[in-house]
């Protein structure tokens, strides 16, 4: 079964209120198994725009990440994220078929 993931493009404009919703994102991640694929690190943009946070979460497969973004556990998280970012978030289902070379 392929597995989820969310990908989120971010500006933070207050870092100290962001740190509010890093803890609240805690128990929702923590609930749906979710883990850090990418989490702001150095970074290129290559072609297009980007912002200047990247993340990738990992989840156990696609309903799970579609069940944790809805859940009461993030949206409360998300009310600290609002007041204190700008971003994008895209929920994708991963490929989990024949690979170049196979």
Do not use: H
Request: hydrophobic share 35%; aromatic share 14%; charged share 25%.
């Amino acid at each position: 079964m392929a597995k989820g993931y969310w990908v989120a493009r971010v500006d933070v404009s207050d870092p100290d209120a962001y740190q509010e919703y890093v803890k609240a994102n805690a128990a929702a991640f923590s609930k749906y198994g979710a883990r850090f694929i990418v989490r702001a690190g150095a970074f290129e943009t290559r072609e297009g725009s980007s912002r200047s946070r990247n993340v990738v979460i990992e989840f156990p497969d696609y309903q799970t990440a579609l069940d944790c973004y809805d859940s009461p556990e993030y949206q409360n998280a998300m009310s600290f994220r609002k007041a204190a970012s700008t971003g994008d978030l895209v929920i994708i289902e991963g490929y989990d078929g024949p690979q170049p070379g196979d």
